[in-house]
């Protein structure tokens, strides 16, 4: 294959859902198509504890939610697929949504039974400002659902988005009998035999045999009505509108019994984007241009409890990565050999010799990235978009329970900050950590792994909501430090003044007019 053949094999995509609408077993099927695993429940710790490959998966265990998004990779039909899996917990938006910011598309999957939920919308609502291709999949067909007009209705009137059936189910629940493919002009019958399985349809969309079972069923006659509907009153299928993120193509199928989830795959293949340009500060980056360059979307410690590392995720944005390549990380100017490489295959890594645009792959990191940065071979300062970050808005002091332990302590609270879900401010004269972090399970999640990981217990103590500015570096002032206006720093030491609330924030903007307040975040 030449280069250019392999990026355009490439699809890299998120999928995107509410708790439990079913994202870790659509995920499982997918990988198994492609081979990827063995079986089905080894994706994550969650349902087969023996798989749980880290400590860190522990938490996701206990509370029943992901909390770190991971990435895998598999092959199929000559696709090269890259999945990038979404912490489905609000508290970690940040996470995701820094990781939408790596994919080509997405897809968007619905519990049939509960419609579009919260997470849902807001997850939608950034892939829609950046404009990606959403793919719909309405699960758990084999249950009682909405009616599927319904639930069409919804996606319209809630998300705002048009939408065009690929297929459409006949009967639900107890009665499901599979569903008319739209596409490919054919029944797939629910729990009939490989064999048997397909019904193709005649040039009328109807099943020609007479004396078949299903064509007796009222069900197929409804299916048929609903269908002759969505072809006169429906949205017209279109390219155009899929690759801009106006129209989403709709699946129906149920992830867990394994059905339409095949099917789902190699449509999605077909019209899914192939890796697209990114913008950067030299302008439109194509994928098929030759020079190196990508940027780091996530970093994550110890993914490898064995190994004691530290990943930084890299999306390549054009050419292709060797293995030992010398590369320019465009921050500092400093040149750096990427030896030491890994890709997803699962829930195994196995080191990665090359990969192209598209690829997501995770570099050895040891302490030198930070997210957003952007890697590339060329000499030059070639810097892509800014990744969103949200400003932190609750706060803890934190201490090591054991003074004698300062060193596991200090270590773990650096390397935790580094990955981006908590930020660091030190208090400037007893130097104190403050942590903030936009929900309260991001504090949870670091006191466990500071006590899994690094083997240090800590004391966390609440100081509330606070409103961070930024000030400037010849305006520091320690006089003016007090608990309704604390001064402290940033983990690279830039000034800033933690705010009670609105009211401390006005009363000092008012009493210090000569004080710029700033936040970078917003
Ligand atoms: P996630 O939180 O989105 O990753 O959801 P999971 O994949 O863990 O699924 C949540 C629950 O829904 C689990 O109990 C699954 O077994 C179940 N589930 C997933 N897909 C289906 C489906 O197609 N039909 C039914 N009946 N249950 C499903």
Not at 88 to 98: A, I, L, P, V
Not at 148 to 168: D, F, H, K, T
Not at 294 to 312: L, S, V
Not at 472 to 491: A, G, H, I, P
Request: aromatic share 10%; hydrophobic share 35%; net charge negative.
């Amino acid at each position: 294959m030449t280069f250019k053949d392999e990026v355009l094999s490439r699809r890299t995509f998120a999928i995107i859902s509410h708790p439990d609408a079913g994202k870790t077993t659509l995920t499982e099927q997918l990988l198994l198509f492609g081979g990827a695993i063995r079986a089905a429940g080894t994706v994550k710790g969650k349902k087969s504890g023996k798989f749980a490959t880290s400590d860190w998966m522990e938490i996701e265990k206990q509370r029943g939610i992901s909390v770190t998004s991971s990435v895998m990779q598999f092959e199929y039909n000559g696709y090269r697929v890259n999945i990038l899996d979404t912490p489905g917990h609000q508290d970690f938006s940040e996470d995701t949504y820094r990781t939408l910011m790596a994919v080509d598309s997405a897809v968007m999957i619905i519990d049939s039974a509960k419609g579009i939920e919260d997470q849902t919308i807001k997850l939608f609502k950034v892939c829609r400002m950046r404009g990606i291709p959403i793919f719909t999949f309405i699960n758990k067909l084999d249950r009682q659902g909405k009616n599927p007009l319904e639930l069409l209705a919804e996606l319209e009137e809630v998300l705002g988005i048009e939408s065009y059936p690929m297929n459409w189910p006949i009967g639900m629940g107890k009665e499901f009998l599979g569903i008319y493919d739209r596409y490919y002009n054919r029944i797939e019958q629910f729990r009939v035999e490989d064999s048997e399985r397909f019904i193709p349809l005649n040039e009328e969309g109807e099943i020609s045999n007479d004396s078949s079972k299903l064509k007796q069923s009222g069900l197929y006659e409804q299916a048929l009505e609903e269908i002759l509907l969505l072809n006169e009153a429906g949205n017209e299928f279109s390219r155009e509108k899929i690759a801009d993120g106006t129209l989403t193509p709709v699946f129906f199928g149920s992830a867990l019994t394994n059905f339409g989830v095949q099917t789902f795959l190699e449509t999605y293949l077909q019209f899914a984007p192939s890796p697209q340009p990114r913008n950067s500060n030299e302008g439109l980056i194509e994928p098929i241009s030759e020079e190196f360059s990508g940027f780091i979307f996530k970093i994550q410690a110890n993914m490898n409890p064995a190994h004691r590392d530290r990943i930084a995720f890299l999306r390549i944005c054009s050419g292709e990565f060797e293995r030992g390549m010398n590369v320019t990380l465009s921050r500092t100017g400093k040149s750096i050999k990427l030896s030491q490489s890994t890709q997803f295959l699962a829930d195994d890594r196995s080191t990665v010799n090359n990969a192209v645009s598209g690829d997501i792959i995770g570099i050895y990191d040891t302490g030198t990235y930070q997210i957003g940065d952007t890697l590339s071979s060329t000499k030059g300062k070639l810097q892509y978009e800014k990744l969103p970050q949200f400003t932190p808005e609750l706060f803890v002091k934190v201490s090591a329970k054991n003074v004698l332990k300062q060193k596991h302590f200090h270590k773990g609270v650096l390397q935790l900050v580094q990955e981006g879900a908590i930020q660091l401010y030190k208090t400037y004269r007893m130097e104190d950590y403050i942590l903030g972090a936009v929900g309260q399970l991001q504090f949870e999640v670091f006191e466990h792994r500071m006590r899994n990981e690094y083997n240090s217990e800590v004391i966390m103590e609440s100081i509330g909501s606070k409103i961070p500015r930024w000030i400037d570096e010849s305006q520091v002032d320690e006089s003016l430090s007090s608990s309704r206006s604390l001064l402290v720093k940033d983990r690279f030491d830039k000034p800033l003044f933690l705010f009670e609330n609105d009211f401390a924030l006005r009363w000092f903007q008012d009493k210090h007019p000569d004080i710029k307040l700033s936040n970078p975040l917003e």
